[in-house]
């Protein structure tokens, strides 16, 4: 098989050692070993998650953790805001809806998301009592300021949910510190897992709602099952568990702040690769991602025939999606992807665009993005 370079928004590459501890012979679930692996794996990802709370982990997609931190967090008619910066926003506002909450949905224009000084108008304006938004939006590559926003909204009495699907791992988060009283994420970003888990963690002090359980997600249960696996209301991912447990131990031995400089250092040579040979980021100075880029296809070119050239070179990137369908690409950065990955991408579109007509001068996404590499200390 052709090996190919995995520079999508996720899926994200996983780390072999990490692959081959998920290929570890299956414990009990409720044998004291996989118990250890589990409990560790809990308190490796308060670190994450910056809280002294409660984090819940479940078999399942990031779509199962916006199922199950909306359900723990809304009540039915409470007033609540979505910030949409993008296509999937819309899953934060169905999730809310269905548990029968009056939700208002307010978009950004394309490229930007939310500033603190907007969402005290709409909470002034509005009376909402919670704030919903994504701290990436990986449709556009948008980033929110959570911690900006959580601090204004608490001045509001507020309540705080956050979809941190693609940046957990890879940006920034303080639930405790800022005043986020829920935050959720997947496995398959930027915590650098395969896909399979969903991760819902509680700021400290606040309870989890119980009134909207359902038979899967029936937080009284799940949370005993976090102290101790052998509570078990849900047969727990052993397999995956394994995986999260070893790049959990990766990414605190890296240690978070230089993680998340580290993925800062990718994104800006990313952004200044594609600037460099003339393309136009999606997202504005201010609110770009530090885990996935978008930049929109130049004139021209077709993005299957981009998508075919660059699969030809061995590196996968992503498409738009929704109104965008067509009209960007977007490359993930996130987790393992090494300045050598980002490099080697680059010069891979670089040839792909000429291939399809595009005038590049060879080398220059490159250069632009080693120099800023290098100003990083990568």
């Not at 990986?138 to 705080?160: F, L, W």
């Not at 996968?316 to 109104?323: F, V």
Request: glycine letters at 10%; hydrophobic letters at 45%; proline letters at 4%.
């Amino acid at each position: 098989m052709t090996r190919f370079l995995l520079m999508i928004p996720g899926p994200s590459i996983t780390d072999p050692e990490t692959m081959l501890d998920m290929a570890k012979p299956t414990f009990s679930h409720v044998s004291p070993e996989f118990d250890a692996v589990h409990r560790e794996s809990i308190e490796a990802l308060k670190k994450v998650f910056g809280t002294g709370g409660d984090v819940v982990v479940i078999p399942g997609s990031g779509t199962a953790a916006i199922e199950l931190a909306i359900r723990t967090s809304l009540r039915a008619g409470e007033k609540v805001v979505v910030l949409k910066a993008g296509f999937f926003a819309d899953y934060l506002a169905d999730a809310a809806k269905r548990v029968g909450a009056d939700v208002t949905v307010v978009q950004s224009p394309i490229g930007r998301g939310f500033d603190a000084s907007e969402v005290e108008r709409l909470l002034r304006e509005g009376g909402y009592s919670a704030v919903l938004l994504q701290h990436v939006e990986t449709s556009v590559a948008v980033a929110n300021p959570v911690e900006k926003i959580a601090r204004k909204a608490k001045e509001y009495g507020a309540k705080v949910i956050v979809d941190g699907i693609a940046s957990i791992g890879g940006m920034d988060m303080k639930l405790d510190e800022w005043g986020v009283d829920v935050c959720l994420t997947g496995s398959q970003k930027a915590l650098a897992v395969p896909p399979g888990l969903a991760i819902v963690a509680y700021r400290k002090g606040f309870t989890p709602l119980s009134e909207n359980e359902t038979t899967y997600f029936n937080i009284s249960k799940l949370l005993k099952e976090m102290e101790s696996t052998r509570n078990y209301y849900i047969t727990p991912a052993v397999n995956l568990i394994y995986a999260l447990h070893s790049s959990l131990k990766r990414i605190i031995a890296e240690g978070l702040e230089a993680r998340y400089k580290r993925h800062e250092a990718l994104a800006k040579a990313v952004q200044r690769g594609l600037e460099a040979i003339g393309l136009k980021l999606v997202a504005e100075e201010g609110f770009r991602a530090n885990t996935v880029t978008a930049a929109y296809i130049p004139e021209g070119v077709e993005w299957p025939k981009l998508y075919a050239e660059m699969r030809a070179r061995g590196v996968e990137i992503a498409g738009g999606l929704g109104e965008l369908r067509g009209k960007i690409f977007r490359i993930g950065h996130m987790g393992e992807v090494t300045a050598n990955d980002v490099i080697a991408t680059l010069a891979a579109l670089e040839r792909s665009l000429a291939k399809l007509g595009y005038r590049v001068e060879m080398g220059s996404s490159v250069k632009a993005a080693q120099e800023v590499l290098y100003s990083y200390g990568v």
